[in-house]
């Protein structure tokens, strides 16, 4: 399915060098935040005491987060846990506060509002356990990016597996960075929004390189910009359908999924912006500067009876 079709070639690779000078700006601004700020990370990762709360009646949600932040909790999670009538509250490490102590007082302010509210369990997550999960979460990224490599490497080349992780590892830091920057509450919510991107961006590159391999074979007199230019132009249309549709979704997350749901769609709203730019123009731009050519996609048939070690065996013309 195509909205439009482009007729003429437009030669993005003539401008390779400026494309990938505005990613390595912005991939050193991320770095250069999170070296300085660092993350702004939430209760799964630095520690903190969970409490699980019952209504009466279906709990309004935003209602229970104001309270609780007007105890002095900024940071503070509030969501839905099995049913309406349950809720699950996050709350941070405050220094001389032990957990019973905030969980009391969280429990008074809630029955300030609503009489009806019981305790159904406190618990204290260490920083042990923040520790874990910041490994595994590493672990899982790691795990992702080697499969990645492999994957593309087999299907296609080394050079578009190396193009593609460098691309895609670019948008995984620039979201980082944004995160770092604005100090927006970094969650496992998020982390699996990032690794979400990863695997978005990989498609993206999948269909590119797809089309300068098809165009490789189909166009032998075009050099190897040429053939790119040409993969590119050719999925706009694909890429404008496809990307406007998950875009359209994820805002719909981001400005009504509530609280609970931001910071994961904010991840995904920047990842795919970033994401359509870095498998389009950066990953295509990478690999033509390591040297893909025809040969590396597209292996001449052999004549038959021919001498395996006459170099013109193969030639085809």
């Known amino acids: 399915?195509?909205?439009?079709?482009?007729?003429?070639?437009?030669?993005?690779?003539?401008?390779?060098?400026?494309?990938?000078?505005?990613?390595?700006?912005?991939?050193?601004?991320?770095?250069?935040?999170?070296?300085?700020?660092?993350?702004?990370?939430?209760?799964?990762?630095?520690?903190?005491?969970?409490?699980?709360?019952?209504y009466s009646q279906p709990a309004e949600l935003a209602k229970v987060r104001e309270t609780v932040s007007g105890l002095g909790y900024a940071d503070v999670q509030v969501q839905s846990f099995g049913t309406p009538r349950d809720v699950l509250i996050r709350l941070p490490v405050q220094k001389g506060v032990t957990s019973a102590q905030q969980s009391e007082q969280v429990l008074q302010a809630l029955k300030a509002n609503d009489a009806d509210v019981t305790l159904r369990r406190t618990e204290f997550v260490g920083p042990q356990v923040g520790e874990e999960l910041v490994h595994g979460g590493l672990m899982a990224l790691a795990f992702v990016v080697l499969g990645i490599v492999i994957y593309l490497a087999f299907r296609f080349e080394w050079k578009f597996g190396v193009a593609a992780i460098i691309a895609n590892l670019h948008d995984v830091v620039i979201i980082l960075g944004f995160f770092a920057f604005f100090q927006w509450e970094f969650s496992l919510s998020v982390l699996a929004a990032v690794l979400a991107v990863l695997g978005y961006s990989v498609n993206e590159s999948v269909v590119i390189f797809d089309r300068i391999r098809e165009a490789f074979r189909k166009y032998r007199k075009m050099t190897t910009s040429e053939v790119i230019d040409h993969a590119i132009t050719s999925t706009m249309s694909r890429t404008i359908i496809t990307h406007a549709s998950t875009e359209a979704?994820?805002?719909?997350?981001?400005?009504?999924?509530?609280?609970?749901?931001?910071?994961?769609?904010?991840?995904?709203?920047?990842?795919?912006?970033?994401?359509?730019?870095?498998?389009?123009?950066?990953?295509?731009?990478?690999?033509?500067?390591?040297?893909?050519?025809?040969?590396?996609?597209?292996?001449?048939?052999?004549?038959?009876g021919g001498d395996p070690n006459d170099p013109n065996a193969g030639a085809a013309v």
């Open 1 to 54: 399915m195509e909205f439009f079709r482009i007729k003429k070639d437009i030669p993005f690779m003539k401008h390779a060098l400026i494309f990938n000078a505005i990613s390595f700006i912005t991939f050193a601004l991320a770095v250069f935040f999170l070296l300085t700020r660092g993350l702004h990370l939430s209760v799964e990762f630095t520690g903190g005491t969970v409490m699980e709360v019952a």
């Open 249 to 304: 979704m994820v805002l719909s997350m981001l400005f009504f999924g509530g609280p609970s749901l931001h910071y994961f769609a904010m991840a995904l709203t920047i990842g795919i912006l970033f994401g359509i730019y870095s498998s389009v123009f950066v990953a295509a731009a990478i690999a033509m500067w390591l040297g893909v050519k025809r040969e590396d996609l597209v292996s001449a048939p052999r004549k038959e």
